[in-house]
């Protein structure tokens, strides 16, 4: 344990990946980035993410807030994983 108390452990979102946007914040951290939904890439990220944790409806969720977000649709459709998705 940390002398702050804190585990050393790292987090279990960062451990298997999860986009930086949904890592939790410490208590009392303000919370400086802005939502994935508003970074078409980030949203890009989650929507993958969600797929491979066997969450497709998520993903399809991510999928078109990366779309309005300006993610670039011939890129999705292209993509080997998200394409089946679009």
């Known amino acids: 344990m940390a002398?702050?108390?804190?585990?050393?452990a790292p987090d279990a979102a960062v451990a298997v990946?999860?986009?930086?946007a949904a890592v939790a914040r410490p208590f009392g951290a303000a919370a400086a980035q802005a939502s994935p939904a508003a970074e078409p890439d980030?949203?890009?990220v989650a929507a993958?993410?969600?797929?491979?944790?066997?969450?497709?409806?998520?993903?399809?969720?991510w999928l078109r807030?990366?779309?309005?977000?300006?993610?670039?649709?011939?890129?999705v459709r292209a993509d080997p994983e998200l394409g089946s998705l679009a």
């Open 3 to 8: 002398p702050d108390g804190r585990s050393e």
């Open 17 to 20: 990946g999860l986009p930086e």
């Open 42 to 44: 980030a949203a890009v």
């Open 48 to 61: 993958r993410a969600n797929l491979r944790a066997g969450a497709p409806d998520r993903a399809r969720n």
């Open 65 to 75: 807030r990366a779309l309005e977000a300006g993610a670039s649709a011939a890129a």
